[in-house]
């Protein structure tokens, strides 16, 4: 097929929505003739791996786009990216009014960014039209916003209030639903919001992938019990939680932590630490990514304590290493967790989130045949997000969208 798609992030040389974007265009170039739009900053990432790989991607041509920006303005009122960014939209569709005239797309495919905020307009070309992943819909738990601290909790009240308006008061992203033909869920919250809103079916696929090396290793633990905790030091990712978790562990001796990442909450947590009296804990910072794979594979278990995020790329990073996970039970995280690979701690209170991440490090920590048996849980259950099994969902949707606008 011929495919327009429309990834404004896209970089094989970083993670998030740039990598997510690259994976996807990767993945799909094998199948078709893409014709990508994206913003010209990573022009230069793009043509660097062309170079470097001149076999590869053959069928994927690249459209750069300048964006506006005012870095004085955005950090005075970050959400003034998005006028930028919807600036950035208005010439993506000029631009596709224009290779559409001369290829005749197909499908059109709006890609990324995965937030539902702005879903550009593509659809005004009339053809068979495909969003997402998108997602974005997520309410940071009420009861949990004291829990991130002065700022941190009215920054997501207000992100909370703004959310639901957006999504109930919006119309583009309501013109965006109606006209698409294909709606991609990033997570079942997201899912359950659409056809909720819109009466309007789409399908669960998560935005983040891997790509599978290797085979099952068994992980034996040596000495202590080793957890592994990875992210940016912000308010919503509450590292603050586990650490009060770890505090009410009952062989603390038997239990190491392992930070990886930095941030704005880097001294308040550590100043936590000291005061809860952790000795346990290992700050290792921002590190390249191949040493924060060495930490995560001597590791016996990983923690996600994140309150407002999507899917994260180290969740499925983590797992595919063979890795329990004890993750907070909402957004992505409950959709790829399950009992055979991790445990889900539900999110009513902060005091029952902290009594039972410590509850499940103990029931890890003195049973290791359990986590064995999640360990080898975790790897099995890597292989359903593999991009080579996306990439097969996307082309059935591509398909049923085609037939739809055929009858």
């Known amino acids: ?12 040389y970083q993670g998030s929505e740039p990598g997510m974007g690259w994976n996807f265009v990767k993945g799909l170039s094998a199948y078709h003739e893409l014709h990508v ?37 955005r950090k005075i009122w970050p959400p003034s990216y998005y006028w930028y960014y919807n600036k950035w939209q208005h010439k993506a569709l000029a631009l596709a ?27 005004e070309l009339g053809k068979p039209l495909v969003w997402g992943p998108m997602g974005g819909f997520n309410i940071t738990p009420w009861r949990l916003l004291p829990s991130m601290g ?56 998560p935005e983040v992938g891997f790509q599978p090396s290797g085979n099952f290793e068994n992980r034996v633990r040596k000495g202590t019990l ?11 990712k509450a590292l603050n939680l586990l650490l009060d978790a770890l505090s009410m562990v009952e062989n603390l001796s038997n239990v190491e932590l392992h930070v990886i990442g930095a941030g704005e909450c880097t001294r308040a947590w550590k100043r936590k630490a000291c005061k809860l009296g952790l000795n346990n804990v290992i700050w290792h910072g921002w590190v390249e990514k191949a040493r924060a794979v060495e930490v995560m594979s001597y590791c016996d278990v990983f923690a996600i304590t994140s309150l407002s995020d999507a899917t994260s790329t180290v969740l499925l990073e983590a797992l595919s290493m063979g890795l329990p996970v004890i993750a907070t039970n909402h957004l992505g995280f409950a959709n790829v967790l399950t009992d055979a690979c991790g445990i889900k701690v539900d999110v009513n209170s902060k005091k029952q989130v902290v009594r039972d991440f410590a509850a499940a490090i103990d029931r890890i920590e003195g049973d290791d045949a359990y986590r064995q048996q999640l360990s080898r849980g975790a790897f099995e259950r890597a292989k359903d997000f593999s991009w080579d099994a996306k990439i097969e969902k996307i082309n ?3 398909n049923s969208v085609i037939a739809k606008h055929q009858k």
């Not at 290829?103 to 659809?123: A, I, K, T």
């Not at 209030?161 to 919250?189: F, P, R, Y």
């Not at 080793?226 to 919503?236: D, E, L, M, Y």
């Open 37 to 73: 739009l994206t913003e010209s900053k990573f022009e230069p990432h793009l043509r660097r791996y062309m170079d470097e790989h001149p076999d590869e991607l053959h069928s994927a041509h690249f459209h750069f786009i300048s964006k506006e920006r005012h870095k004085t303005l």
């Open 396 to 398: 059935t949707i591509y």
């Open 150 to 205: 002065l700022k941190g909790c009215l920054f997501y009240m207000m992100r909370n209030l703004i959310n639901l308006w957006q999504m109930n008061h919006s119309s583009q992203v309501k013109d965006a639903v109606c006209h698409s033909d294909g709606i991609i869920a990033a997570t079942q919250e997201d899912h359950d919001t659409v056809l909720r809103l819109w009466n309007k079916e789409s399908v669960l696929i």
């Open 97 to 123: 009014k224009e290779l559409d005239a001369e290829y005749d797309f197909d499908v059109v495919h709006q890609l990324n960014m995965v937030g539902y905020r702005e879903p550009g307009y593509l659809y």
């Open 1 to 12: 097929m011929k495919v327009l798609v429309n990834c404004y992030a896209c970089s094989p």
């Open 226 to 236: 080793k957890v592994c905790w990875s992210g940016i030091h912000t308010p919503r």
